[in-house]
Each structure stands twice: as C-alpha cells, then as structure tokens.
C-alpha cells in the first residue's frame, strides 16, 4: 500500500513539472504575443495614415482616432507631432516614415531576442523535468529504497524546489538578456530615447527653434523615463546630471543624448540645420543598442551554466547521494 501511496506522490510530481513548464511556455507566448500585436497595431495605424497621403486623401477622422487609441508613448509622439506639422504647413511623410522604421526595428528586435532567448526556456523546462525523472528512476531501480518513502519524498520535494530555484533564475537571466542587461525600472529608456529624438525632429520640422525643441522633447521624455532626461539635460545649456555606475546600454543611451545636445549647439552657434546630425545620432544609438542586446544574448549561454552548479547539479547530486545512502542504511537492518 505504502508503495502506491509513493508511485502516486512521484507521478503527482511528474504532471506538475510539466504543468508548470507549459504554464512557463504559455506565459512568455502570451506576453510575446502581446507586445507583438501592439506594434501590429501601431504599424498598421502609421500605415494608413501613410497610404493616405500618398495618394492624395486628406487623413480621415478615423485614421486620426486610430492614432490617439494607440499604446503610449505612441499614441502622445505620433499625434501630437504630427498635429503640429499639420498646424504649421510642414511635410507629415518624413516624420510618418521615421516612425514606422522605428515600429518595424522594434518588432524584428523583440522577435530576436525572443528566438535567441528560447534555448534558456528550453533549459527551464528541462531543469524542472529531470528530479521527478531521476526520483522515480532511482526508487525504481535501487534496492531497499521502498523502505524509507517518506525520507525519499521529502528529499524528492526539496530537490524540486531547488531545481525550480534554478529555472526561475534561468529565465529571469534570459529576460535581462532582451533587454541588453538594463534593469527593469530603466527599461523604458530604450523606447523613451528614440521617442524623444523624433519627437525632436517632428518640432524642428515644424519650424520650432531647436533649443525650444530641445526644451519640450525632454519634457516628453521624462513622462517615460525622467532618471534619462535628466542624464540628457532638460535645457540646452544646462549641465546634465551622470547617472552613478551607468550599464553599457545606460551609457549608450546617456552617450547619445550627449551626442544630440552638442549637435544643436553646433548647430546653432553655426546657424545650420541640425536634422542630419541628430538622425545619425539617433541610427547610432539604435545601432548600439542592437549590439548590446546581441552581445547579452550570446553570452547568456555561458551565464546559463551558473544556475545549473549552483541549483540544479546539487539537487541531482544531492538526491543521488541521498538514495544510495538510504539504500545502504536499509541493507544494514
């Protein structure tokens, strides 16, 4: 009866580690699944109010209901920038193109980082899987071990959660890895920065004095990420304020608002436009960006081994241990 009793409590293991791997799959495919749709649907919003235009048609009410329903910081960058060009005479397809590119970048990079980043799921599922498997396969095959099925449960549990321990700190290194090694509360800098810079352009094409622009994209980009805008420099003469012990990613971005700043100034002290120089800032800083993302993801497999020493190989080891030193302690009875 007692070995019925233990069969059970193993296939019960057995069923909730693979419960719990597909629910750690479906998670991560539901949150992919969102982000995706909603750059979907932000594409598919640009694109029309692009075909519009191109063909002649004054953008309907629709279109323009289509933009403000769109997720921020969307819906406030595409809407209100293209609002004042409208109010000003000025050209809406070159802000509308840039737009879209950055939609599209935004997209083929999360559908990397999220194909790179799936043999550490995979490890999970396969970390979580393997003490239920060894527990039953060692109770099956190990003399003696039937004797003592409530030390051996107790073993196989903490194993488990272990384990579990190992493939949790597994995936939270693989979402790091996406986003280049930024911690979570600096996460909206990637998408805060390049939302300012063509929130930038959109004024100055507008025919808004570039410090004047300066001025009101960074208010814009401390609704997303105000630690950045002060990095930046809220004005443009202002002294901006170093983030203390800056990630490389944190440094690229800080580098690039650095890098925007000295282009209007020159531009201005110059009396020349500034537009060039701050698009190749910003393609720049997307260029950096996709290489620290690219560099986090490739050394995530060799950062994949630490969990495995530190949680999953003692589990293993240590359930093994523990089996043979039961069945050796049944043997002398």
């Not at 019960?12 to 699944?33: C, G, H, N, T, Y």
């Not at 802000?95 to 950055?102: D, H």
């Amino acid at each position: 009866m007692m070995s019925l009793w233990t069969l059970a409590f193993f296939t019960l293991f057995l069923s909730l580690s693979f419960l719990k791997s597909d629910l750690l799959v479906f998670m991560e495919a539901i949150a992919r699944k969102h982000q995706i749709q909603a750059l979907v649907k932000v594409e598919s919003a640009f694109s029309d109010m692009e075909n519009s235009l191109q063909t002649g048609l004054t953008p309907t009410q629709k279109i323009w209901e289509n933009l403000q329903s769109l997720p921020e910081p969307w819906s406030k960058l595409s809407v209100t920038s293209l609002m004042e060009l409208r109010a000003c005479g000025g050209a809406l397809l070159p802000t509308l193109k840039r737009l879209k590119s950055l939609v599209q970048e935004q997209r083929a990079a999360l559908l990397h980082s999220y194909s790179q980043s799936s043999q550490a799921l995979a490890q999970a599922t396969v970390c979580i899987s393997m003490v239920p498997l060894l527990g039953f396969a060692l109770y099956s095959l190990i003399p003696n071990l039937e004797q003592h099925p409530l030390q051996w449960s107790f073993a196989c549990a903490i194993a488990f959660i272990l384990s579990g321990l190992g493939a949790l700190y597994l995936l939270n290194m693989a979402h790091i890895a996406r986003w280049g090694g930024l911690p979570p509360k600096h996460r909206s800098w990637i998408l805060g920065s390049q939302c300012a810079g063509e929130r930038f352009l959109a004024l100055v094409r507008a025919g808004t004095p570039p410090d004047v622009a300066w001025l009101k994209s960074c208010q814009f980009l401390s609704t997303e990420a105000p630690e950045l805008a002060s990095a930046w420099g809220h004005t443009l003469w202002d002294s901006p304020q170093p983030i203390r012990s800056p990630s490389r990613a944190e440094q690229s971005m800080m580098s690039a608002g650095s890098s925007i700043r000295t282009a209007v100034q020159i531009g201005l002290m110059e009396g020349r436009p500034c537009i060039d120089r701050v698009e190749t800032a910003l393609e720049a800083l997307r260029l950096d960006m996709k290489t620290h993302i690219e560099r986090e993801l490739n050394l995530l497999p060799t950062r994949a081994l630490k969990p495995l020493f530190i949680f999953i190989a003692p589990a293993l080891l240590g359930l093994l241990a523990f089996g043979i030193l039961l069945a050796s302690l049944g043997s002398f009875e």
